[in-house]
């Protein structure tokens, strides 16, 4: 039986050959995909707060698979999470079952995650902003979903708080359209050709509520 750190060095020297077996049964796409939400490592530059991880936006792990096939966002996890247990030192004292088994877990528990929200996590994860793995001399997977757990709690307030933003920037922009769009009364008489001498219905609608105020104050 192979031990730890053979298993983990199989994994994850077997990525390169997988990558290319994953791009064949997902197409160019996934490739372009990828690239454009590579690991902590190749990142030119990191997602380090949980705001612009949302506002990033982007398709979730369901809409993923949707859009490539099943399996299509499960492996992306696994590669993000060999990546950031090694940067941790960790990838001696976990087993490939582990990491199979935590990145399936985590595309089934948050499928409506985005990519660019979990890239988040895992930079935080890797700061410690969410304590540690191991369990004395041994890593416990259940330390890292506990941890996913709190921060997909604090990014849910951040989603609550930009659609709130989207919808008051929306707000704005309707009443600011619908000051460009407003005329008065004059160009109105323009542009349907009503005669110069048309009242306007809503001055006599004023004058009739004057008038019944005038009548309640006498009687």
């Not at 995909?33 to 936006?57: D, M, Q, S």
């Amino acid at each position: 039986m192979e031990d730890n750190q053979t298993s983990l060095t199989r994994l994850q020297t077997s990525l390169q050959t997988e990558m290319q077996s994953v791009v064949q049964k997902y197409g160019e796409d996934y490739l372009r995909f990828l690239r454009a939400y590579p690991t902590l490592r190749k990142r030119e530059e990191l997602i380090t707060t949980a705001r612009r991880a949302v506002r990033e936006g982007g398709m979730s792990f369901a809409q993923i698979d949707n859009y490539f096939s099943k399996g299509a966002s499960e492996w992306w996890i696994k590669v993000m999470l060999i990546d950031t247990l090694s940067f941790l030192g960790a990838m001696e004292n976990i087993t490939s079952f582990q990491v199979k088994g935590l990145a399936s877990r985590i595309r089934q528990e948050y499928y409506s995650m985005t990519p660019s929200e979990l890239t988040y996590f895992f930079y935080s994860f890797s700061m410690g902003d969410f304590g540690e793995m191991y369990t004395g001399k041994n890593i416990n997977p259940q330390r890292l979903l506990m941890a996913l757990k709190s921060c997909n709690e604090k990014m849910q307030e951040e989603r609550i708080a930009y659609e709130a933003d989207k919808e008051r920037i929306r707000k704005e922009m309707e009443v600011e359209k619908d000051k460009r769009e407003a005329v008065d009364f004059e160009q109105y008489k323009k542009l349907k050709g009503l005669p110069d001498d048309y009242k306007n219905p809503f001055d006599r609608v004023k004058e009739f509520i004057k008038k019944h105020q005038q009548e309640s104050k006498r009687n």
